[in-house]
């Protein structure tokens, strides 16, 4: 017999259900529609109510994540809590052999920061910062006007993520040195959307 078996579908625990987490809930739905995903369990201290959990199965529900990851064994555990507890349960979860994905702002400060860094060194699994810019419907439009030679061309852009930490802080899109318009100033980003190491 010949082919290839079908992946299966990544097992998430989400923490944080309520308020933006509703987002996640409607992703992760999306997600296991198309058989990339299932969510496993849900991390909140006040219980999910199960009309917001239709179509995602029947979900372990519980206020402690180190038991409900132990429990129901996640590849993925998105952080979307309140700032302050972004970094304990990143570390928590990567700890317990979870990759996770984490809202932004990663952390409240640059010590827990680190924290979040060293724990996906020393655990080895991978720690993302949740930036949706890249499902905007401002795309599309960005993309019109560059091929229309409206605001400029492309003269550099970040595909991923940056395997060093060395590269010095640069804007994603820079404006061609030939384009008579001037940008608006823009900071650099602090955090590389595919990775948690600082630029």
Do not use: Y
């Amino acid at each position: 017999m010949t082919g290839s078996a079908s992946p299966r579908p990544v097992r998430i625990v989400l923490a944080g259900a309520h308020g933006h987490g509703g987002w996640h809930l409607r992703n992760i739905r999306r997600l296991a529609q198309d058989g990339g995903a299932t969510l496993v369990g849900v991390c909140d201290l006040v219980p999910v109510h199960p009309e917001a959990l239709s179509g995602l199965g029947r979900p372990a529900q519980g206020r402690d994540l180190a038991r409900l990851i132990e429990d129901v064994r996640p590849d993925v555990t998105i952080v979307c809590t309140p700032i302050q507890t972004h970094a304990d349960l990143a570390v928590l979860a990567m700890e317990a052999g979870s990759h996770v994905l984490v809202e932004k702002p990663p952390a409240p400060g640059r010590s827990e920061f680190e924290r979040m860094l060293s724990g996906a060194e020393r655990t080895g699994r991978a720690c993302q910062v949740g930036f949706q810019d890249l499902g905007s419907a401002a795309l599309p439009v960005i993309a019109r006007a560059i091929d229309a030679d409206a605001i400029g061309r492309v003269a550099r852009h970040s595909p991923g993520p940056r395997p060093s930490t060395s590269i010095p802080r640069r804007p994603h899109l820079a404006r061609s040195a030939s384009s008579s318009r001037t940008p608006p100033h823009k900071t650099p980003p602090k955090w590389n959307i595919g990775s948690i190491k600082p630029l």
